[in-house]
């Protein structure tokens, strides 16, 4: 079984990035990798446990209809199905990106530390893809 | 490992985060082991020909204490071992041969540019 | 030999940069490097039949392989036959068998 270390860089909502690398994770674990993640800078907020959806009146539909995507709630989805495959599903924050963001309270399952996690996963994988923000 | 660090989103931070987020994450890899080569790629090429500390910002009455300074960031690095490369053709484009150059950047060619990424283990294109 | 694998988002109506990184790839396979590209987000409108893209054409070259996430392309609404001939629609687990395989992944 390989390991594979993905490094990425945007915050939610912002950017179409965000959603390719969460689909290259889910695709990871479709093919029986475990997954290591570091989330530097922006994407310390991905699994801030407290985003919250909302209705839509443009929409025009209430928060349980819109049904609003979020990325704590990919995150989770993530940690389930690699547990249910018997799959590990490694993710850290950069910390002193969390601080500054404010976001310290992150789902559960998600950990804190620095750039020496990113080293430390990438050698510790078979190989990794660092996504940039713009 | 050999690491190729690709820096090319220049400016973006320098203000808010008080340095080059992806040199300062370089130098705490480099602490943490890891061998490495860097290049200023697209914009980041006036990262080699900085003459000064980047001017502290002031908003409404506050004012920044410590702006960044892309010059040391580059002499911790290059003291630690690290090579440091800027291409011709992204100097060329930006108007900047012939500038004195921060002290140990190299100039390449974009053949020596593909050189890199073929003799690096792995390359982080930030 | 070495092979790469490029994940192309940034796309050349909208990012200077894009030629530039199109040019990296066709120096990497003109060196004797086996090149992937593939295209995701707006990179893949630039492989729409009749689209201006200029620069694309870079990677017109039988030691490149040039796909377009399927994905990308259904937001967009782009057909497969609606694809430059040389554009082949791909998922993203060709992004992980690259990793898998040992490639040099690189997202742009």
């Known amino acids: 079984m390989q390991t594979l270390t993905f490094a990425f860089m945007d915050p939610p909502f912002e950017n179409e990035r965000t959603v390719t690398f969460f689909r290259l994770l889910d695709a990871a674990l479709d093919q029986k990798c475990n997954v290591k993640v570091f989330a530097y800078e922006g994407a310390a907020a991905l699994s801030f446990a407290l985003q919250r959806g909302h209705g839509n009146s443009v929409h025009g539909r209430n928060e349980k209809e819109e049904s609003h995507p979020l990325t704590k709630d990919w995150i989770a989805a993530l940690m389930t199905k690699a547990k249910q495959n018997q799959l590990q599903f490694e993710w850290v924050n950069c910390g002193l990106c969390v601080d500054e963001r404010g976001v310290n309270e992150a789902i559960p399952g998600c950990g804190r530390g620095s750039p020496a996690d990113l080293w430390r996963y990438a050698m510790a994988s078979d190989n990794s893809l660092v996504i940039g923000t713009r | 490992m050999k690491l190729l660090q690709v820096v090319e989103q220049a400016f973006r931070t320098l203000v808010e985060e008080q340095d080059d987020t992806i040199l300062w994450l370089s130098q705490s890899i480099q602490k943490a082991g890891a061998e490495m080569k860097i290049l200023l790629s697209g914009n980041c090429a006036y990262y080699a020909i900085l003459k000064r500390r980047q001017p502290a910002l002031k908003i409404a009455g506050w004012s920044q204490e410590q702006p960044s300074d892309i010059r040391q960031d580059l002499d911790r690095l290059q003291a630690s071992g690290v090579g440091v490369y800027v291409t011709r053709s992204d100097l060329a484009d930006r108007g900047l041969i012939g500038l004195p150059l921060h002290p140990g950047v190299r100039i390449i060619s974009q053949l020596e540019v593909a050189e890199l990424y073929e003799e690096a283990d792995m390359v982080w294109q930030w | ?108």
């Open chain 3, 1 to 108: 030999m070495k092979n790469f694998f490029i994940v192309q988002s940034q796309d050349p109506f909208t990012d200077v940069r894009a030629a530039h990184q199109f040019e990296l790839a066709r120096t990497l396979a003109s060196r004797g490097n086996k090149v992937k590209v593939m295209l995701v987000q707006n990179a893949v409108l630039s492989a729409r039949l009749d689209a201006r893209a200029g620069p694309l054409f870079q990677l017109l070259d039988n030691r490149i392989s040039l796909y377009a996430d399927e994905f990308s392309l259904a937001l967009r609404e782009i057909t497969p036959s609606e694809l430059l001939t040389f554009v082949v629609p791909a998922g993203l687990d060709l992004v992980i068998n690259a990793m898998q395989d040992g490639d040099k992944v690189i997202w742009n």
